[in-house]
């Protein structure tokens, strides 16, 4: 038996995250037979850059600057649909396109807290969460398997219902950045512990959380196991290690007043201020 200890950083997470879910036996099925939806996220985007070799753009994102999106809404696609090799784009026909799928599909996408319950849920800052919202439910009803890819780093106490029943777009007085609601996300969560259970055979426990310089909501871990799995776990961390936040490049520009998402955007203190500080 062997032991290790190694730390991951946010970004090395998702990276890791990514690794895990980009060899599942589901998503291997899917490549070579069925269809794979990707709904952009920092995670999803490091994914899709695994199997299709392009990152995604990235919409709203929670910054130092508090929940805001990007300036740039044509710079590449956010939500893509890969299959026999080729990727379309589904911008702005998300909703729609999870009609047609089925059984043999998967739709791999992120969550902005989870619980540890396996619940998960994402913010909403556009009405009714633009089309990821509405096609929340053909997630669940039309027979694709949901992959949720989610870091420890949201993870909250509690129960995600308790933040759904509280969060709201409307009615808000004042925020930093876009006022949100929340809408839940159904599927398999897969975070950095699962994903270390899910590339090797070992015994895997979350011993720290929190750091500085870089590593702030990162995560130390442990796991044991034979040499030859312990092994195998080291080789993909070694491809994580150093790995910078995923996403196509012009996207990570933030929004600022004005730019084409403020006519949706609610209660933002950067809108009704025009400023660079709330």
Avoid at 96 to 115: E, K, M, R, S
Avoid at 200 to 212: K, W
Avoid at 218 to 244: D, T
Wanted: hydrophobic share 40%.
């Amino acid at each position: 038996m062997r032991r290790i200890q190694f730390s991951l950083t946010v970004s090395e997470g998702k990276w890791l995250i990514a690794h895990a879910i980009a060899d599942m036996k589901e998503v291997r099925d899917a490549i070579a037979g069925g269809r794979i939806v990707l709904k952009g996220g920092t995670t999803v985007s490091c994914v899709s850059e695994l199997i299709t070799g392009t990152p995604l753009r990235i919409c709203g994102r929670i910054s130092k600057r508090g929940a805001v999106s990007s300036k740039f809404t044509d710079s590449a696609q956010h939500s893509i649909m890969y299959s026999n090799g080729e990727t379309t784009g589904l911008d702005p026909d998300f909703d729609t396109a999870l009609l047609h799928l089925g059984p043999n599909d998967v739709i791999i996408i992120g969550a902005n807290i989870i619980d540890n319950f396996g619940g998960a849920a994402m913010l909403a800052g556009s009405p009714a969460g633009n089309n990821c919202g509405r096609g929340v439910s053909a997630m669940s009803v039309e027979g694709g398997k949901t992959i949720i890819a989610a870091g420890m780093e949201k993870l909250i106490p509690g129960s995600v219902w308790d933040s759904i029943r509280a969060a709201q777009r409307k009615g808000v007085d004042a925020s930093r950045g876009m006022a949100c609601g929340l809408f839940p996300v159904v599927g398999e969560l897969v975070t950095e512990l699962s994903a270390i259970k899910l590339i090797a055979d070992v015994e895997a426990t979350l011993i720290g959380r929190g750091g500085i310089d870089g590593a702030e909501g990162g995560c130390l871990f442990q796991a044991c196991g034979c040499e030859a799995e312990v092994a195998k776990l080291e080789a993909v961390l070694e491809k994580c290690y150093g790995r910078q936040t995923s996403g196509e490049e012009k996207s990570m520009v933030e929004c600022s007043f004005p730019c084409a998402q403020c006519g949706r955007h609610l209660s933002c203190c950067y809108k009704a201020k025009g400023a660079k500080r709330c």
